[in-house]
């Protein structure tokens, strides 16, 4: 017998399938880890196929040393999702079946935890007259039948379970068991379903794609918890994949309180031993529901009846580092492979989600109104420029200050956006024009009053603080745009007698420290919570009646084709926050541009209108999901090396604009707006091309690419982020 396998290392060169001799003394099936000699080392690889004979010179195959678990740690199915992320996302296949495997096992460092449990040996032992606490302990155990070791030895004391065991009483036994990701307990909240989302459960019920458009609050959740409840009445299983930052303990809880311990949570706040064990109990099929983030789309799990992603439209459904890879596509091929229905569920789908179901490829299913009648809060545009014109240069309009009066005076909640951390977004002499400036980036730093540092975003350095310009020594520094850190300390200085609390990456960084903040929000009357995105999505809070957008603008003019469909997805995401219970609530949002389109479709709710709209907008462009973006980054310490890559790389491309004049709409080579990260000089090639051709375009480009360089480069479809 004859092995094929590859080797578990991320390189070009070696991905391919070698093959070697399985010796009798072994078990090898498909999708099992093993040791194989590899050069003169032993390494790690994969089985992906078995075969009676074999194409390589059989006096040199050399055989697998050995298995290294005894079970298939690669199931069928993720074999074949390798299969297409390698056709579909130019990927090595070690770099896929990495994603597939939690690290601890990679890594071989698994550690099992065990515990020490207790029996009854003797079922008729009767204990002296006056042994009281070994009488009750034998009373618990004939009733518990297994008693966990810690719990009797604090009861009733260590030397009483020493003694009963030592006399042939009780019976000490380690078993391995589970670490669980902490989940706050609650009550589960079964509510009747109305009509709408009754419809829409009866609707999604094939192997197809459906858009569930339903505005915030209209009970999509307990749409997507229904859907599941069906298929595991079914003995099917589901994946519901919700965005890393959405990812609150509320939803948690609240599959938990239903699905118990069905329900295995995956997301980056894991350990990485509790990461290991929900796999493991995926794997073994003891859970059957997996809520997660991007990466939880890999879980192996067998038997799907639903696939849901919810908050479609969010960004982080993409993979923007290595691997790159579209959470979407994965989601589509295997709801296809199980034959079960994949469900994109948001209030403000992507133009291209929304595209894809205005052409009938994916069903549009609707949830037009809050689930409990209530009114969607009204938005009020406020320009900042007539703020100015009237004397007002703080960052709050009167306005929102007024609003946030009545709030105080109701005891009530406001939640304020802004979506920029720290205190400001730079430093700059007044003098000079000097920026401070990151030594490894080309970006400019933020200053963090708090530590008082300046930081870098991309990288995390850290640097002191500008006094005094390094240029022209002059003192006058003025501060760049509003973030988090100042909006709090404004609301402090306003509102001396409030608690006002801030939640963003930098006071969210310890472990449940999300949860503290979003406690003690829910605990305190009148509270002001300042926040990033964080606060935008998923929260529920029924005492927020106000919410206020800082900077709306600041998401709008960034050099990105999607930049207006990220700030009207942004808007109504957070306006949704308020107003959710019996009070009435209300949006503030301060913008300096009152008259662009994106205010009045999102001021109004009307999602139909601004898609039409953009999407309108895009097509007479030839933009996305009108075309599709090429975007090849080339990056490298030495700086003339990457251009020298880009260099050689563009005269091949170029050479298909030959081939294919009328499908490429555009292509060019230029310094990427951000010239160097973390010490690396980036370089990029973009392409725009139509549709018709894209996949054969794609390919091609792909291929010069690969042979042109074999590290330091990145193929992007469609990126958000072109810095
Ligand atoms: P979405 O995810 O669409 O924004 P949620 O699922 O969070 O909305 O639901 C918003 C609120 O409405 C929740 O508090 C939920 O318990 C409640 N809810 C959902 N469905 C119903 C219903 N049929 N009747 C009453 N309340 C409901
Ligand atoms: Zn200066
Ligand atoms: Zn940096």
Known sequence: MFAKVIIDQDARAIDKEFEYSVPNSLNVKIGMRVFVPFGNRIVQGFVVGLSENCSYDISKVKPINRTIEEFSAIKEEMLEVMKFMVKKNHLTMASILRLFLPSQMREGKVKEIFETFYTLKVENFIPKSNAKKQRELIEILKKEKRCSSVLLGEKFGYGTLKTLQQNGIIEKEKTQVDRKPFVIEKEDNRVQLNQMQKLAIERIKDNKTYLLHGVTGSGKTEVYMNLIERELSAGKNAIMLVPEISLTPQIMSNFKARFGDFVAVLHSGLSAGEKFDEWKRI??????????????????????????????????????????????????????????????????????????????????????????????????????????????????????????????????????????????????????????????????????????????????????????????????????????????????????DVKVLRMDNDTTSTKNAHQKILNEFRNTLPCILVGTQMIAKGHDFENVTLVGVVDADQSLFQADYRSTEKTFQLITQVAGRAGRSKDEGKVVLQTYAPRHYVYKFVSNYDYKGFFRKEANIRKTANFPPFSRIIRLLFSDNNENYARELLKICYTEIEKLKEKYSSEILYLDAMKSPIKRLQNKYRFQIILRIKLEKADQIEEEVFNIAKKTAKTNIFLEINPSNMA
């Open 283 to 496: 794997f073994l099929g003891k859970a059957k529901i997996i809520i997660g983030a991007r990466s939880a789309i890999f879980a192996p799990v067998e038997n799907l009846g639903i696939i849901i992603i919810d908050e479609e439209h969010e960004q982080s459904y993409v993979s923007e580092s290595n691997p790159r890879y579209f959470t979407h596509d994965i989601a589509k091929f295997r709801a296809k492979h199980n034959g079960c229905p994949l469900v994109l569920g948001s209030a403000t789908p992507s133009v291209e989600s929304y595209q894809n179901a205005m052409d009938g490829n994916y069903e549009l299913v609707e949830l037009p109104i809050r689930a409990n009648g209530k009114e969607l809060p009204a938005i009020q545009i406020v320009d900042m420029l007539g703020e100015i014109r009237q004397g007002n240069n703080s960052i709050f309009s009167n306005q929102l200050i007024a609003d946030l009066v009545e709030v105080i005076n109701n005891k009530k909640q406001a939640m304020i956006f802004i979506n920029r951390r720290g205190y400001s977004s730079f430093m700059r002499c007044r003098d000079c024009g000097y920026v401070a400036q990151c030594s490894d980036c080309d970006v400019s730093l933020v200053y963090h009053k708090e530590d008082d540092r300046l930081k870098c975003h991309y990288c995390g350095k850290q640097y002191k603080v500008l006094t005094r310009c390094p240029k022209c020594k002059s003192e006058n520094i003025k501060y760049g745009a509003v973030g988090t850190e100042q909006v709090v300390s404004k609301l402090k200085e306003l509102f001396p």
